[in-house]
């Protein structure tokens, strides 16, 4: 891509010791030294506007001085313990004030982790195996999350494809895959196979496509009748659609979430969260050895994470905040609509106003595959000249922070009227 023109050396290092010379995750050779507010400086500083914020903890911006304070006092108090700590106890309890399901709370260090105990903790629960799962749908790196995740091939539903090698034929047989916002199909994919499935996971907005009125609650009918575990992924949602994240935001509770990022204030902490009946399985006490579910980790809930964590939400609770995000969110979206529009390429920008995409198609977005279809040199091109313009992102991701100013709105602006004449002219 064109603006991998720089940091020299250390790309020739990283390509020796990293394999593909990163960690897998931001596909370009850009390392940040530092981040302030809405900004980030590489090394070699230069600087950008952060629409990625650590791909989406830290919605409010980047070292903000009440959680550098708190984590600064834990820091020199000790970092780790293994122990439980009050922290995060209070966090728990935070979350089950704020999250819609939560009854009871466990912690892990990140969203993979706690998608995975969420499942297993659904096949405990019903003693059934499999799990349904949506084309395109992102629950982190476990074999059962790896299925159908970004396929290439159009495969007939519900037969999974695995998108990681190293995955048992066994796990195969255990996904059902369905599409996205496709409730019929949805309800006679559970009515076949319904005394053999533990949970549906989904994503309450599945990476930028929304749900569509009616999905969700057409999931938690069926789960209902059929005594399935129904499973929100809120690692990006929670506490960032709205406090309550997509179940206050939709109305629909789940019987399990899962919850990442922002809950840990830019430190590694998960969760998951639910039904005391269900989450009872991590107590062998009651529970009884033969369905319990053994848990350890050894950062889970450490005591930085959890400081970071509770101040990030104390934060979130003041006055107007969702309303600022929001309305940061629909500044950015409209300008994308408004500078495509004026140069007449077809596109769709998709999702809530607190994490969205443009995609360059011309029709609606609905499931997996109607990104398929999608101009992909377009979205290429566009996401390169944004960054070349100094707007830092995922992607196919826009994460919007509460740090964002007039000042950035007025680059940011700047830098898609100038991406949009780019491709405009390809
Ligand atoms: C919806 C969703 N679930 C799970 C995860 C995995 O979280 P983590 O990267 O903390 O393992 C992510 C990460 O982006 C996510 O977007």
Redesign the pocket.
């Known amino acids: 891509m064109g603006y991998i023109r720089h940091n020299g050396d250390w790309v020739a290092r990283a390509n020796k010791v990293l394999p593909a010379g990163d960690y897998g995750n931001f596909g370009a050779p850009l390392f940040v030294k530092k981040g302030k507010g809405s900004r980030v400086w590489d090394i070699e500083g230069r600087e950008y506007i952060d629409y990625l914020i650590g ?2 903890p830290m919605l409010l911006g980047h070292a903000h001085p009440e959680v550098v304070e708190v984590v600064q006092e834990q820091i020199s108090l000790g970092t780790t313990f293994f122990t439980s700590n009050v922290y995060g106890i209070q966090l728990a309890e935070e979350i089950c004030k704020a999250v819609a399901c939560a009854e009871q709370v466990r912690f892990v260090s ?4 706690a ?1 995975m105990y969420a499942m297993r903790l659904a096949r405990a629960f019903t003693g059934r195996d499999k799990i349904v799962k949506f084309e395109g749908g ?3 790196m476990s074999s059962e999350a790896q299925m159908s995740l970004a396929p290439t091939t159009k495969a007939d539903f519900p037969r999974a494809q695995p998108d990681s090698a190293g995955i048992p034929e066994s796990v195969h047989a255990e996904m059902l895959i369905a599409p996205y916002n496709d409730s019929q199909f949805a309800a006679s994919l559970i009515e076949e196979y319904r005394n053999q499935i533990a949970a549906i996971i989904v ?1 309450p907005q599945q990476r930028t496509i929304p749900a569509v009125p009616g999905f969700l609650e057409t999931l938690r009918a069926i789960s209902d009748e059929h005594g399935i575990v129904l499973i929100f ?1 809120e ?2 949602t929670g506490f960032r659609f709205a406090y309550g994240g997509a179940q206050e935001t939709t109305g629909v509770v789940s019987d399990l979430c ?1 919850l ?2 922002t809950i840990g204030g830019g430190f590694p902490l ?1 969760a998951i969260a639910g039904r005391e009946e269900i989450m009872r399985h991590f107590d062998k006490n009651i529970i009884g050895a033969g369905n319990w579910l053994m848990m350890v980790g050894t950062l889970s809930g450490n005591p930085v994470a959890s400081v970071a964590g509770l101040k990030t939400l104390e934060i979130l609770r003041r006055e107007g905040t969702y309303d600022k995000l929001r309305k940061n969110g629909e500044t950015v979206m409209g300008m994308l609509t408004r500078h495509l529009h004026n140069v007449g390429v077809p596109h769709r920008v998709v999702g809530h106003p607190t994490v969205f995409n443009v995609v360059f198609v011309d029709s609606d977005v609905g499931d997996y595959r109607d990104l398929l279809v999608e101009d992909k040199l377009c979205a290429s091109e566009f996401h390169s000249q944004l960054i070349e313009n100094g707007i830092l992102r995922l992607a196919g991701k826009f994460y919007i922070s509460l740090a964002l100013t007039q000042h950035d709105f007025d680059a940011t602006e700047s830098a898609i009227e100038t991406a949009a004449r780019s491709i405009a002219q390809t």
């Open positions: 791909s989406g990140t969203g993979g982790e998608d992102y629950h982190g994503e992924d690692v990006v899962t990442g990022k998960a």
